[in-house]
Structure formats: C-alpha cells, structure tokens
T-cell receptor
Framework: AQSVAQPEDQVNVAEGNPLTVKCTYS??????LFWYVQYPNRGLQFLLK????DNLVKGSYGFEAEFNKSQTSFHLKKPSALVSDSALYFC?????????????WGLGTSLAVNP | GAVVSQHPSRVICKSGTSVKIECRSL??????MFWYRQFPKQSLMLMAT?????????EQGVEKDKFLINHASLTLSTLTVTSAHPEDSSFYIC??????????FGPGTRLTVT
C-alpha cells in the first residue's frame, strides 16, 4: 500500500539549534513530495515541494528539504529554529497520476521550539 | 497566493439535524476540491474528491448519503453532514489544487454535534 511515514510524533529543539523533521515514503513511480505546516487555529500552509531536479529544495520561512531517492526520504530541515516555528508539520505525496492530485498524508509531527 | 475560504468556521448543531459547510476558491477556479476530516492531533483523512459538474468520488468507508457533496460551480463546493451525530463532531477542511501541484487549504470548520 502507498504510504507516507513520519516516524516522530514530536520533535523538541532549542531555539537557534538546527531542526530536522523526518519523512519517508512508500509510493510507486515518481511521486511529488510536499511539506505543509499547520499553526494553531490556522489552516494548513504549503511550505515546499519536490517535483524533479535538484534534490535540495528551499521553501518558505527558511525551511528546506532534501529528497533522497535511495532512502525514499524527504526530511524537512532548518539551520536555526525559531520559537515561532512551533507547529504541526505534515509530509505528503501525490501519486504521479494526472490531475487528480490526491495526497497521501503522513500522520504529522508536532515541533516544539523551546526558548 | 491563492485563497480558499470556508464557512462557517464553527458550527454547533443538535443531533439529527443537518449542517452545510461551504468551500470557496476566492481568486481562482477549481474543477476539483478535496474534503478532509481531521481529528485532534491526528493527520488529515481524505473523505472525498469533489468534481465540478459530476458526482463526487468518496473514499472507502465514507458514507456518501451521510456526507453529501455538491460542486455547484468552479469556485464553490459544499459538504452537507446529514442527520448529524456526536461522532461526526470533527474539524473539516477543504482544499483546492493550485496551478503547480501544491494545494491550497481552507481554514477549516469546527463542527460540534450535541
């Protein structure tokens, strides 16, 4: 079955330290990969995506993610965490299947950045 | 960027009644919209894909007669929870695909059935 896994329910990091939120996928073909963020009481926001090309993609708010095909991973990273980065992060993949764009979601990782 | 709105943001209804949730794409057209349900501290569960001008496609286990979806125009999709029960209480979110693979999400509707 097609799936996206986020192995950590929660990640805690001190402000100013680098952060990593992990994501692995099991999707056939060449999926498109995404990271979305959900702040408390706000809608989901798009952070970044990997479609093709350079394995390192840069997104909003200083976040970046590295696509690793051999490890089927797409970990989200930021060199220096901010308290305001505390939120719920979701990794997702679409099946490369035309215009449907149905997303397969990870279960989410709650990031807490401590001052 | 593209904006998707949802109305209402919160609704409380009595058990047995029906409630309608609207999802609008404000500055772009959407032939497809997605309806999700999110439980506290959990991921999004795709309920159905709404298609303008045709029937919605429901995910396995989602009752189509209970969760009625109508995609009336290129900017509006509605989800009606019929004969609501307390177990239907949840956070409902819609989304619409953008031009370049990403999706734009509405802010969500918190439904509480008493």
């Amino acid at each position: 079955a097609q799936s996206v896994a986020q192995p950590e329910d929660q990640v805690n990091v001190a402000e100013g330290n680098p952060l990593t939120v992990k994501c692995t996928y099991s999707v056939s073909g060449n999926p498109y990969l995404f990271w979305y963020v959900q702040y408390p009481n706000r809608g989901l926001q798009f952070l970044l995506k990997y479609i093709t090309g350079d394995n390192l993609v840069k997104g909003s708010y200083g976040f970046e993610a590295e696509f690793n095909k051999s490890q089927t991973s797409f970990h989200l990273k930021k060199p220096s965490a901010l308290v305001s980065d505390s939120a719920l992060y979701f990794c997702a993949a679409t099946l490369n299947a035309g215009n449907n764009r149905k997303l397969i979601w990870g279960l989410g990782t709650s990031l807490a950045v401590n001052p | 960027g593209a904006v998707v709105s949802q109305h209402p943001s919160r609704v409380i209804c009595k058990s047995g009644t029906s409630v309608k949730i609207e999802c609008r794409s404000l500055d772009f057209q959407a032939t497809t919209m997605f309806w999700y349900r999110q439980f506290p501290k959990q991921s999004l569960m795709l309920m159905a894909t709404s298609n303008e001008g045709s029937k919605a496609t429901y995910e396995q286990g989602v009752e189509k007669d209970k969760f009625l979806i109508n995609h009336a125009s290129l900017t509006l999709s509605t989800l009606t929870v019929t004969s609501a029960h307390p177990e239907d209480s949840s956070f409902y979110i819609c989304s619409a695909p953008g031009l370049v693979h990403e999706q734009y999400f509405g802010p969500g509707t918190r439904l509480t059935v008493t």
